[in-house]
C-alpha cells in the first residue's frame, strides 16, 4: 500500500529561523514521483516540486531546499531564513503506478511565521 | 492567463438537494481531477478524468457524480446521497493522467450544507 505521513501537524517559528518539514513515504513501487505544495490561506494548493525516485540529488531554489533519502524514504522540505509569507500548510504528496495515476497526500503540516 | 477557476468560492445548500460546482481550465490538460480537503486530513480523490467523455471513481465516489463533455470543464454534482457534503474542494488539472505531471489546482469551493 501506498502511505505518506506528514508528523508535524504544526509548526510555529519565528520569522528569519531555518525550518525543517518532514515526509516520510510507503511504496512498493520502483518508480514513483514525490511532491511537496504549498496551500496557502486563499486555499489553492501550488506546486513547489517533483522529485522522481531515481534522482537523489538535492535540489535547492532560493530560501527552499529539499532533501530526498531512499534509504530511509524520507523527503524533507527546508525553508531557510523563513518570512511570513511562507505561513502555509504544506503537504507531501506520492504517485506511482500501483496508484492509477493518482496522488497520495499526506495529512499536512501547518507552518506558522511569526514577525 | 492559464489556470484553473473554480465558482462559487463559498457555497451554502440545505439538506437534501443536491449542489453542482464548476471547474473551468484553459490549460489545454487532458486530465482532470476533484478532491475533497476535510480539517486535519490530507486531499482524497473523488473522482478522475483522462480524457473527454471518460471518467474515473475516486477513493470516495460515492453521493457524487461528474460528468466530462468538453475538454475544458468536469463539473462536480454533490447529490443529496452524500452523507457529509460539507467540507472544501478543489479541483486540479495535469497535461496527461501520468505519475509524473505535476498537478495544478484551482482555487477550491467551501461548501456547507445545513
Known amino acids: 500500500a501506498q502511505k505518506v505521513t506528514q508528523a508535524q501537524t504544526e509548526i510555529s517559528v519565528v520569522e528569519k529561523e531555518d525550518v525543517t518539514l518532514d515526509c516520510v513515504y510507503e511504496?512498493?513501487?520502483?518508480?514513483?514521483?514525490l511532491f511537496w505544495y504549498k496551500q496557502p490561506p486563499s486555499g489553492e494548493l501550488v506546486f513547489l516540486i517533483r522529485?522522481?525516485?531515481?534522482?537523489?540529488q538535492n535540489e535547492i531554489s532560493g530560501r527552499y531546499s529539499w532533501n530526498f533519502q531512499k534509504s530511509t524514504s524520507s523527503f524533507n522540505f527546508t525553508i531557510t531564513a523563513s518570512q511570513v509569507v511562507d505561513s502555509a500548510v504544506y503537504f507531501c504528496?506520492?504517485?506511482?503506478?500501483?496508484?492509477?495515476?493518482?496522488?497520495?497526500f499526506g495529512t499536512g503540516t501547518r507552518l506558522k511565521v511569526l514577525a | 492567463d492559464g489556470g484553473i477557476t473554480q465558482s462559487p468560492k463559498y457555497l451554502f445548500r440545505k439538506e437534501g438537494q443536491n449542489v453542482t460546482l464548476s471547474c473551468e481550465q484553459n490549460?489545454?490538460?487532458?486530465?482532470m481531477y476533484w478532491y475533497r480537503q476535510d480539517p486535519g486530513q490530507g486531499l482524497r480523490l473523488i473522482y478522475y478524468?483522462?480524457?473527454?467523455?471518460?471518467?474515473q471513481k475516486g477513493d470516495i465516489a460515492e453521493g457524487y457524480s461528474v460528468s466530462r463533455e468538453k475538454k475544458e470543464s468536469f463539473p462536480l454534482t454533490v447529490t443529496s446521497a452524500q452523507k457529509n457534503p460539507t467540507a472544501f474542494y478543489l479541483c486540479?488539472?495535469?497535461?496527461?493522467?501520468?505519475?509524473?505531471?505535476?498537478?495544478?489546482f484551482g482555487p477550491g469551493t467551501r461548501l456547507t450544507v445545513t
Open positions: 486540479a488539472s495535469s497535461m496527461v493522467a501520468s505519475e509524473y505531471y505535476e498537478q495544478y
Open positions: 511504496t512498493r513501487d520502483t518508480t514513483y514521483y
Open positions: 522529485r522522481n525516485s531515481f534522482d537523489e
Open positions: 504528496a506520492l504517485s506511482g503506478r500501483t496508484g492509477t495515476y493518482k496522488y497520495i
Open positions: 490549460l489545454n490538460h487532458d486530465a
Open positions: 478524468s483522462q480524457i473527454v467523455n471518460d471518467f
